[in-house]
């Protein structure tokens, strides 16, 4: 007769020990499998496999032109620093201090460098290096800050570098590629390509001042530094001066500025002579906010004319300003176009002017007492 001890266990299925015994070998089996590739490579000799270098062919004919243009170019654009004197107010000592760094380039054989005004501005002293490696103490030429262009020399002895190619910026089509080589950020001859985005846009001048028109927008990258550098066609010829860039986090946002070269013709050769840009005028008065004013009341566009100077060009054309007499006041002329363009205001009336040269024969179309009229004015320097 069998007793049943209530202390003793059952004896385990031998179903379920089979299968504990398969989990086993299978987690184990993946752990192995898992440290596979380190046990193979713990015992293997450790000597790393030679590779071999894939021919890449011949390079993309886009890369050619590309690399072709900034070789030629490359010695065309120079690295420019500036510094300030400070007098120590203690020691009374004069010293250097570092204010700021651009880009430039050279214009002639007779060692004269091109950048903007806002790169020199307020800097005692300008250092230009040479793609060579050469470095010059500059001379301040001339600077006209309403196109934000400056003009530097330095002595470049014999070895002179080549004058950079200059092209027209009268034909550009949006969407043709361009080039930028500059310093940014300090890191210099840095080339970026892009394309023209929008042409004859409008930036706000220095301190209040006229506007800067007709600038070239690009998508080329431009960061501070690429201030003064070259923006250069297809062809390698300059088209405009890279100037400001559009971003609120102060570097390139696919949105830059550059001075349009044929602005950069008109003015430099004027400052490398007389060390500032005389803009044409026509010898007349007006006030932008009377003008602005007098066309609320009448409704109409243009520029009143104010006052005539005697003796200028204006006053030989005959255009005539405001009279006082006995009965009242006169009005003076509207000046409505030029050459065809219209003028809405005295604001536009300086950009059209500034498109000119002294001496030059420009058709006015005016409006005095309700009749219109055409007159042919040769522009004077202006003040």
Known sequence: MAYLDPYQRPAPDRFVRRWLFITACIAALMLLWQFLPAIEAWFSPREAAERTVMARGDLAADEKTTIELFEKSRASVVYITTAQLVRDVWTRNVFSVPRGTGSGFIWDDAGHVVTNFHVIQGASEATVKLADGRDYQAALVGTSPAHDIAVLKIGVGFKRPPAVPVGTSADLKVGQKVFAIGNPFGLDWTLTTGIVSALDRSLPGEAGGPAIDHLIQTDAAINPGNSGGPLLDSAGRLIGIN?????????????????????????????????????????????????????????????????????????????????????????????????????????????????????????????????????????????
């Open 243 to 383: 100037t400001a860039i559009y971003s609120p986090s102060g570097a390139s946002a696919g949105i830059g500025f550059a001075v349009p070269v044929d602005t950069v013709m008109r003015v430099v050769p004027q400052l490398i002579k007389t060390g500032k840009y005389i803009r044409p005028a026509l010898g007349i008065e007006v006030d932008e906010q009377l003008n602005a004013r007098l066309q609320a009341l009448t409704g109409s566009k243009g520029v009143f004319v104010l006052r005539v100077t005697p003796g200028s060009a204006a006053h030989r054309a005959g255009l005539v300003g405001v009279e006082v007499t006995a009965g009242g006041i006169v009005p003076g002329d509207r000046v409505i176009s030029i050459d065809g363009i219209a003028v809405d205001d005295v604001t536009t009336l300086q950009a059209r002017l500034d498109d000119k040269n002294v001496g030059d024969v420009v058709v006015l179309l005016v409006e005095r007492a309700g009749k219109t009229r055409e007159m042919l004015v040769e522009l004077q320097p202006g003040v």
